[in-house]
């Protein structure tokens, strides 16, 4: 089992970045694809990207391809979300998620607390 703390939101005028860390705990954090997600309100919970265990082949919502990038520490059991560019409709509450398996858009086991990022026009 993982427990994950998310941290690194804020308020952020649009065209400005932020970055966003996951801590997880446990010693198996390597074995664990890793994913950020988001959810804003009145809308469902999406996809927004994702890492294998080993960092390689990240995958990227359409809507975020360009401008967000995800990585990841497996010495520090750390995953980052760096966020530029950043539009009012990136607004939303962010979250961390890890599973076992092939990295998908789906299905993750661990989900973190959230993080609130707040886009302004």
């Known amino acids: 089992q993982v427990q994950l703390v998310e941290s690194g939101g804020g308020l952020v005028q649009a065209g400005g970045s932020l970055r966003l860390s996951c801590a997880a705990s446990?010693?198996?954090?390597?074995?664990?694809?890793m994913a950020w997600f988001r959810q804003a309100p009145g809308k469902e919970r999406e996809f927004v990207a994702g890492?294998?265990?080993?960092?390689?082949?990240?995958a990227y919502a359409d809507s975020v391809k360009g401008r967000f990038t995800i990585s990841r520490d497996n010495a520090k059991n750390m995953v980052y979300l760096q966020m530029n560019s950043l539009k009012p409709e990136d607004t939303a509450v962010y979250y961390c998620?890890?599973?076992?398996?092939?990295?998908?858009?789906?299905?993750?086991?661990?989900w973190g607390q959230g993080t609130q990022v707040t886009v302004s026009s």
């Open positions: 446990g010693n198996t954090f390597s074995t664990y694809v």
């Open positions: 890492i294998s265990w080993n960092g390689g082949r990240p």
């Open positions: 998620a890890a599973r076992y398996g092939p990295l998908v858009q789906g299905s993750y086991d661990y």
